[in-house]
């Protein structure tokens, strides 16, 4: 069955320090991957999406992710974190269907 | 920059009763989607629609639920008779094209409680 799985519901990080969060997907075919953030009472901003053109992906905000096909991994870093990234981190995958399938989710905290 | 509009932001209702919550989909966009987040579990998928017509929908999707759009510009989710586990954040989306590659933007969503 196609899934995503989001390694760690929360993840805490001191400012200035790397951030890394993990997302594996399973999947049969070639996947689409995207990264969505979630602000507090606020909706889904997309922050980098992954659709075959290039492995390394960058995106808004100072953050990048890799696709590794091998590893079925596309994990989120950021070399340098900031207060504002606090928030809730969404891997999702798309299977050339319409739908969007989300992990479960990955809270940063930023301590200063 | 264009972006998905919802209303209400919060929808309190009384279960067995009608709801209904709307969203703007960003203009020239042309599959139309609705997600659903309830308290502290992940998104979940619920329908895509395209050329007036639903494209695909999810188990959750059930005879409770329709979708419509009502004229150019709005898009709606109703859900006939609420009972208390459609108590969620009901969140709508747009995207130029469907099929996985295009981005969908997501709006602020509607926050529905059913008591």
């Known amino acids: 069955a196609q899934s995503v799985t989001q390694l760690g519901s929360h993840v805490s990080v001191s400012e200035g320090a790397l951030v890394l969060l993990r997302c594996n997907y399973s999947s049969s075919v070639p996947p689409y991957l995207f990264w969505y953030v979630q602000y507090p009472n606020q909706g889904l901003q997309l922050l980098l999406k992954y659709t075959s053109a290039a492995t390394l992906v960058k995106g808004i905000n100072g953050f990048e992710a890799e696709f590794k096909k091998s590893e079925t991994s596309f994990h989120l870093t950021k070399p340098s974190a900031h207060m504002s990234d606090a928030a809730e981190y969404f891997c999702a995958v798309s299977f050339n269907t319409d739908k969007l399938i989300f992990g479960t989710g990955t809270r940063l905290q930023v301590f200063p | 920059e264009p972006e998905v509009t919802q209303t209400p932001s919060h929808q309190v209702t009384q279960m067995g009763q009608e709801v209904i919550l709307r969203c703007v989909p960003i203009?020239?966009?042309?599959?139309f989607y609705w997600y659903r987040q309830i308290l502290g579990q992940k998104v979940e998928f619920l329908v895509s629609?395209?050329?007036?017509?639903?494209?695909?929908k999810s188990e959750i999707f059930d005879d409770q639920f329709s979708v419509e759009r009502p004229d150019g510009s709005n898009f709606t989710l109703k859900i006939r008779s609420t009972k208390l586990e459609d108590s969620a954040m009901y969140f709508c989306?747009?995207?130029?094209?469907?099929?996985?590659?295009?981005?969908?933007?997501f709006g602020p969503g509607t926050r529905l409680t059913v008591t």
């Open positions: 203009s020239n966009h042309l599959y």
């Open positions: 989306a747009s995207s130029e094209l469907g099929q996985g590659n295009y981005e969908q933007y």
């Open positions: 629609f395209y050329n007036n017509e639903i494209s695909e």
